[in-house]
Structures are given as C-alpha cells and as structure tokens.
C-alpha cells in the first residue's frame, strides 16, 4: 500500500512518538482511543488518512491537545541558550522578601514543566525567606556562599559546591543565610 501525502506521514510519526513517550503499546492506546489496533498501525505509518473524530479520541488518549498531533518535534521544538551571565531577568516577590534572578530556561509540555534560574540572595536583604510546596522536583547547585536549606523537618548546611534534589511535595526553602550573600541555580520540575 503506498503513504499518503506528508501531512498523514507527520501525523502518523508524531502519533507514534506521543504514545512511546507514554510507553503505551499499540493495544494499550486502542483500548483508551476506542479505536482498533489495525487503525492505529495504519494511521501511524501514513497509510490512512483519519478522520477528525479519530484524531479526537486518539488525543484525548493521549492527554494531549488535538493539535499537538499535528507538531513533529524535529520540526518545532523550544531550545533556550543562556551565554554566561545572562538569562531572562525576572523578580521573585512574596510578603516580606524579594529577590531578582535570571531565568535559564522554561519548557512546557503535556506531561508537565521545567524551569532552571540562577538566583543571588543577599543576607542584609533576605528578610523572610519564603517557603514552596508543590508537585515534582527540585533540585539546586550552590556556587557561592553558606546558608541553611529546610527540606520538610530537616535542615541541611549548604555551602559552594554543594547539591541538594527532593521531592517538592516537602514544604522547602532558605531557612537562613549565613554569609554576607549566596548565589545557586535550581532546577525544578512540575507534572501538569
């Protein structure tokens, strides 16, 4: 049987990838799509032209935008590159403290976030050290300074060099700062 045109190919390829990406098999996500397994196979290797409806089902399967069947990752695809002291300056802000930091990169997808920053404390300004809770992971590198790092109930001395990487489900944060200033970079991830 010849491929249709290269629309249905990139359909098809895209389709293929989302449901690896999810370790799905061709049975797991007929089974969700409502859709036979013949029907996958053949839409994933450009031998059909599916309908809208069949898109539907197979995104909503997939937990994706419909469109996003419709976007080849080799084609279209976000990359950030921060040259050495630069980033994208952004501002912190919570009730008693603010700090400024550069913000390395920030992806987003279906299946959740990421986003690295640099960021520098000073102690004179620090004031209340704000405290996160979230979904996903974080991890941080220090690069300069000493300060207390609280990971739920336990404390830990940070110091240049030094990492940390925890469940963000703990509530997290600077607890203290014990030099004049610290400087990190964090990296953290969040499922949608």
């Known amino acids: 049987m010849e491929k249709k045109n290269c629309t ?25 799509a409502q859709i036979s397994t013949a029907m996958i196979s053949r839409i994933e290797n ?30 279209a695809a976000d990359v950030h590159h921060a040259r050495a002291g630069d980033g994208l300056p952004a501002r912190r802000i ?9 913000l390395l990169g920030k992806h987003s997808a279906p299946r959740g976030t990421f986003q690295s920053a640099r960021i520098c404390i000073s102690k004179e ?22 300060a207390i790092y ?21 509530p997290h944060g600077f607890h203290q700062i014990l030099s004049d200033k610290i400087e990190f970079i964090t990296v953290s991830s969040r499922p949608q």
């Open 94 to 102: 919570t009730q008693g403290h603010t700090h400024d930091y550069l």
């Open 125 to 146: 300004q620090s004031g209340n050290l704000p405290s996160y809770q979230h979904e996903g992971h974080v991890f941080i590198y220090m690069i300069e300074g000493k």
């Open 46 to 75: 450009g031998h059909v032209s599916p309908s809208l409806a069949t898109l539907k089902s197979l995104a909503d399967a997939l937990d994706v935008p419909l469109m996003a069947l419709f976007a080849r990752s080799d084609a």
């Open 150 to 170: 609280r990971c739920g109930s336990e404390d830990f001395e940070m110091s240049a060099g030094d990492t940390l990487s925890f469940d963000a489900k703990l």
């Open 8 to 32: 249905e190919t990139e359909v098809g390829l895209t389709l293929q990838r989302l449901r690896l990406e999810r370790d799905l098999k061709l049975g797991d996500l007929a089974a969700r």
